[in-house]
């Protein structure tokens, strides 16, 4: 079993890190790797995989980071990925990383693992949480229940426990495979028993021959397709149901004997769920919560943002003075302060409301509300012919749509996959939240919060109602109902918190200084020049000419100017791009600041009389609907593997947003 390291004399081991979603086991694994990591794609599927390294005394260690599962039972693409990973003959040691604090629904995992014949190590995740709720777990008894295997309690968080942990790999390794702890009733062993010997007969050097043999008594279409033995005359039904009961029943007894103090929390978690999780009032407390977090990004942010917009004035004078005194030329000057700065710097101004969207929602999600979300969802989804599970991509949509399509991997069908890709960019990701700031505050000063809180109940109404259409042409299509445990509610990690939104900022500071930079030079471009060279009036730029092509379409939905058109086309790079495009096309050092808002009114009034709340909401509807950005379209295509169904999606959204914002501004001017 041993293996050497030629050139460094190290034995190798590969070690899979396996858990149930949300156990901290990525957070885990980064603490044990570090900087030493390598992310690509699993053979054949876009599902990513991570590789990391670790040393532990002569030992070389191969560390790699599996999709969260619930089960080697599979359905969804990760979950084939990692049983797919687990069952591969390199893999030498299986991590398997418990939530502490809800042992009863991370042990079935566990159990099923410890049937492979491999050697498993229990890395006992969230113990601080477990401290920090009064409750105590025997850590003496555990492994004793579990087959003698190494129970290691760690915090990922705090990174304690970390050398134990690789301490019980390496020598757990030594020591070998780890021996099942379930045994069944007398007539399932007996027939276990009887296909492990017609498993040995037929794959003699297979290695989990008990596993395999439980899995032809569950009828997994897998292993019948991948090990096709005769076993009419010893499976006469399908047992999988007797065989998770046992499981749980064994999980029960486990659970009774090294767990202590949990029935006050589990009280509280419950008490709390009757409100939040509520029949009928679980869905408007949704939107009561999604509400105040609106109003905080917008009450908060818009206090916070006046520093940002003195930073840029200054930065805007500053870089006019010295580029001046240098003999720098008009257009060079232009172009740095007109389109660089006015456009770049314009959406750095959004900041303060981008991390308090971002804080809220990491809150949310770390106190264990959201999978609540999904699971109040669950009945208006399956009408609309997808589980609960689906929405949980869509509200991922809030923060960003690219990580919100990938999610849709966890659905089990690959209609169900693409049903959510073409309802998830109707959810108003971050990079739209910038275009409904700035126009709520210019058009609708007392009702700001309002206006831009309705673009994203909007949002979750339409992707509704467009599967629910899809449901009425759908023939034969059923959902399976969602199937989730709800965790206890837990005291958010401060950490946790910060690194989700440090990575959401960092990203948005990227976008900025790449895909946000180069539109605004190429829109300054645009503006500036024409058949002729370098014009003084923007409205004989390319920019105005590419515009005025779309001045018929955008008319209908009170849009009828041509910088709205150039603003719209340049968003698909980057929906921010919207703002800071129109900062460019008026001229506007900080388009979010109250001069560069009047400003910006000014000149719509000039050219476009009567420009007013009602237009204004028609082009935040549809800036919520048309096509989303570059990045999203490629994720959809690489996810999809669809150019057709690609294509038909933009072309369906581009669709869907014209005929919504010309209902609101043909409908809105009947009573205006």
């Not at 909401?617 to 999203?632: D, G, I, K, Q, S």
Request: net charge negative; with cysteine.
């Amino acid at each position: 079993m041993e293996q050497t390291n030629m050139a460094g004399g190290r034995r190798e081991i590969h070690v899979a890190f396996v858990g149930n979603p949300n156990c901290g086991k990525t957070t885990l694994f980064n603490a044990l790797t570090g900087s030493k990591l390598k992310v690509a794609n699993w053979p054949g599927v876009t599902v990513e995989k991570k590789e990391g390294s670790a040393v532990y005394e002569d030992c070389n260690l191969t560390l790699i980071d599996t999709p969260g599962i619930y089960s080697l039972t599979c359905y969804t693409i990760e979950e084939k990925v990692t049983r797919q990973c687990v069952m591969d003959d390199d893999i030498e040691v299986i991590v398997n990383v418990v939530d502490a604090s809800s042992l009863e629904r991370n042990l079935y995992l566990t159990l099923q693992l410890l049937e492979l014949g491999k050697p498993v190590v229990l890395a006992l995740n969230m113990m601080d949480i477990v401290k920090e709720r009064g409750m105590e777990i025997d850590l003496h008894r555990l492994p004793e229940l579990l087959g003698g295997i190494p129970v290691v309690p760690v915090s990922a968080a705090r990174r304690t426990g970390l050398e134990i942990l690789l301490h019980a790999v390496v020598h757990h390794y030594e020591e070998g495979p780890s021996s099942h702890v379930v045994t069944y009733r007398q007539d399932i062993e007996e027939k276990i028993a009887k296909l492990e010997v017609v498993m040995q007969a037929r794959f003699p050097d297979h290695a989990s021959v008990r596993w395999h043999a439980i899995k032809l008594m569950e009828d997994d279409e897998d292993v019948w397709r991948e090990h096709p033995v005769s076993v009419t005359d010893i499976v006469d039904r399908n047992y999988e149901k007797d065989i998770i009961q046992q499981k749980y029943q064994y999980i029960e007894t486990i659970v009774k004997e090294v767990l202590f103090h949990k029935e006050k929390k589990a009280a509280f978690t419950e008490k709390i769920d009757s409100v939040l999780t509520h029949s009928f009032w679980g869905v408007p407390v949704f939107l009561m919560i999604m509400g105040l977090v609106f109003f905080l990004t917008f009450s908060v942010g818009d206090f916070l943002k006046g520093g940002f917009e003195v930073v840029l004035s200054f930065l805007s004078v500053e870089a006019e003075t010295i580029l001046n005194a240098v003999g720098c030329a008009g257009w060079m000057i232009s172009l740095i302060t007109d389109g660089i700065i006015a456009g770049v710097g314009g959406i750095l101004t959004f900041i303060p409301n981008i991390v308090i969207l971002f804080l809220a929602l990491a809150i949310l999600e770390d106190s264990g509300y959201m999978s609540r979300v999904a699971y109040v969802m669950d009945g208006i989804m399956g009408k609309a012919g997808l589980s609960g599970k689906a929405f949980l991509p869509m509200i991922l949509g809030f923060g960003c749509t690219v990580p919100a399509i990938m999610a849709t991997r966890a659905l089990e069908t690959e209609h169900d996959r693409r049903k959510t890709m073409l309802v998830t960019p109707f959810m108003s990701c971050s990079a739209r939240l910038p275009i409904y700031v700035l126009f709520s505050d210019m058009f609708f000063p007392k009702h700001s919060v309002i206006a831009a809180f309705s673009m994203y109940v909007i949002g979750m109404l339409v992707a509704i109602a467009i599967a629910l259409l899809m449901q009425k042409f759908e023939k034969g299509q059923q959902n399976d109902s969602l199937l989730i445990e709800l965790p206890e509610y837990k005291r958010p990690n401060g950490r946790t918190i910060a690194i989700y939104v440090w990575a959401k900022l960092k990203d948005y500071l990227e976008k900025a200084g790449t895909v946000i930079f180069v539109a605004s030079i190429l829109i300054w471009f645009l503006l500036n020049f024409g058949f002729h060279g370098m014009v003084t009036d923007a409205s004989d730029s390319f920019g105005a000419i590419l515009g005025r092509w779309m001045v018929p379409l955008l008319k209908p939905a009170g849009l009828g100017m041509w910088q709205i058109g150039v603003a719209l086309i340049s968003g698909v790079s980057a929906k921010e791009v919207v703002v800071s495009s129109f900062a460019v096309l008026f001229g506007v050092i900080n388009a979010n600041s109250e001069t560069g808002m009047k400003t910006i009114i000014a000149h719509i009034n000039a050219q476009y009389p009567g420009f007013g709340p009602l237009n204004a909401y028609a082009l935040m509807v549809f800036c919520l609907l048309y096509v989303p950005c570059m990045a999203t379209i490629a994720t959809i295509k690489k996810e999809s593997g669809s150019w057709k169904f690609t294509g038909a999606m933009v072309v369906f959204q581009l669709l869907l947003a014209w005929v919504a914002a010309v209902l609101v501004y043909q409908i809105g001017s009947l009573f205006c």
